[in-house]
């Protein structure tokens, strides 16, 4: 189960009243709703966030609603972490990793936020919570490039009320960056340029100091996406260089990044030999960005080049796996996520897309540490 989150000031509880109401003690209460007397105690004075799944119990016991018995307070905030400054104002997606509150910038407008920022510092933010704190709690927060990772969190939340996952859009190095300090609760990774799980397994044992688990999402192909009928003549990595070729080149830390610096290194280009005129920051918008005729040539997934209306070169295959730790494999919303990695409705889905082999999906390795714990 996830840590029980600090509530003070957030939650407001009626709990007491509403037992006092029919006539019921807190030791019945605590009983019939399968939570002991101790923890009902706490549930009462605020000083405890009730799951979504015991909030139920605890309201169908009393014959009533939920929001009956609990509701945010009128000047409910919450302190979060945060991976850097958020100004005030700023819709977040939130969630309790590790102890504590993480908030995210909510860069989809379409997209509604969990929360707003109410007052900013360097590395974290207060926030005022926009939806149930009971329900934020158990929300799972999974962190990578891959646009399938929404399609997977959206077929997780579908299965279950009190499960909800969020895609936190990161290139690799981010997202595991994100998973080392406690703001997420998976990464996806792509930095290998082999099928072989061998390469992110050994990347995990060195990078985290407690025991992981990397499950594959899906293989894919990286490669250029260039215009229609390729106008340009395009048909490698060393094209990038050339000076009436508009490159659209990637951040550093992710892993379209990283496949053109291993070309480079292999053929002796120094790295401003190869610098891009404009910087993406992901597979879709590098596919836009030609699409739009801003950019020639750039490194993406095939995925993300057919959706755009472009043609595609295949120039690697890779894994894109998704990282866990020990700390998080007890948090039921993590299970719901990975378990929907085999479910058939997220594979029909996710096999009608182009670009997507989900024949290895689901495949899990436990990574032992190699670093000091």
């Known amino acids: ?7 003070s000031s957030v939650l407001r509880s009626r709990l007491r009243d509403r ?84 908030a995210h910038a909510a860069d989809d407008p379409a997209q ?38 929404g399609l997977l969190a959206g077929h997780a939340s579908r299965r279950r009320v009190d499960v909800r996952a969020r895609w936190i859009a990161a290139n690799s190095g981010g997202a595991m960056e994100l998973l080392q300090r406690g703001l ?17 397994r050994d990347l995990v044992a060195q990078r985290f100091a407690q025991r992981a688990t990397v499950i594959n999402l899906t293989q894919w192909t990286q490669g250029l996406a260039v215009a229609k009928g390729n106008p340009h003549g395009i048909s490698g990595l060393e094209d990038v260089l050339r000076p009436d070729v508009r490159f659209v080149g990637r951040e550093p830390g992710s892993g379209a990044r990283r496949l053109v610096e291993r070309y480079m290194e292999a053929t002796g280009h120094p790295p401003h030999s190869w610098a891009a005129a404009r910087v993406a920051a992901g597979h879709t918008e590098t596919a836009q960005l030609i699409h739009w005729d801003v950019a020639d040539v750039g490194v993406t997934i095939e995925a ?7 043609d595609f070169i295949p120039i690697a ?36 897309l182009p670009g997507y082999d989900l024949s290895l999906a689901g495949h899990a390795v436990t990574v032992t540490p190699s670093v000091s714990a």
């Open 184 to 200: 997420v609760h998976v990464a996806g990774v792509h930095l290998v340029d082999a099928t072989s799980p061998r390469g992110h």
């Open 112 to 149: 509604a936020g969990d929360g707003v920022v109410v007052d900013a510092a360097p590395d974290g933010s207060r926030v005022r919570p926009l939806d149930r704190l009971h329900e934020l709690q158990e929300q799972v927060l999974v962190a990578g490039c891959a646009p399938l990772i």
């Open 317 to 352: 295959a890779e894994r894109f796996d998704l990282i866990v730790t020990d700390s998080h494999l007890g948090n039921p919303a993590v299970t719901q996520l990975l378990e929907s990695i085999e479910r058939p409705e997220f594979r029909a889905e996710a096999g009608s």
């Open 304 to 310: 993300a080049a057919r959706a755009c209306d472009l």
């Open 19 to 102: 037992r006092s109401h029919i006539g019921i003690s807190q030791a019945q209460l605590a009983q019939r709703a399968g939570v002991s007397r101790q923890a009902l105690i706490a549930i009462e004075a605020g000083n405890q966030v009730p799951s979504t799944v015991l909030a139920l119990r605890i309201a169908r016991e009393l014959g009533c609603a939920v929001e009956a018995v609990f509701s945010l307070a009128d000047d409910a905030h919450v302190d979060a972490q945060t991976p850097g400054p958020l100004a005030s104002g700023t819709r977040v997606v939130l969630a309790y990793v590790q102890g504590r509150w993480a």
């Open 1 to 7: 189960m996830p840590p029980k989150a600090p509530s």
